[in-house]
């Protein structure tokens, strides 16, 4: 079973970048495709940004398009996401997890947009 755990959140103004990261363990994370999700205040969880086993290839939404980067390294059980240029409407907790299956969730972490 994979456990994550997100870190790296916090308060930032409008225009300031964040780098989250996610640490995963459980022998399956090198082998699986993985995601950075998020959830605002009486929204859905949505899927913002995913990487391939491997790395080579990346997605992202069109809402964060451009200026998130979500990277892996998987000697290390990790995968990060960049935040650049961010947006109030960015406000959210933010998780990683699988694509698409997902495993229990971590805590997730906190990202306030706001001046």
């Known amino acids: 079973q994979v456990q994550l755990v997100e870190s790296g959140g916090g308060l930032v103004q409008p225009g300031g970048s964040l780098r989250l990261s996610c640490s995963a363990s459980?022998?399956?994370?090198?082998?699986?495709?993985m995601g950075w999700y998020r959830q605002a205040p009486g929204k859905e969880r949505e899927l913002v940004a995913r990487i391939s086993s491997g790395g080579a290839w990346k997605n992202y939404a069109d809402s964060v398009k451009g200026r998130f980067t979500i990277s892996r390294d998987n000697a290390k059980n990790t995968v990060d996401l960049q935040m650049n240029t961010l947006k109030p409407e960015d406000t959210a907790v933010y998780y990683c997890?699988?694509?698409?299956?997902?495993?229990?969730w971590g805590r997730g972490t906190q990202v306030t947009v706001s001046s």
């Open positions: 997890n699988l694509v698409p299956t997902t495993v229990s």
């Open positions: 459980g022998s399956i994370f090198s082998s699986n495709a």
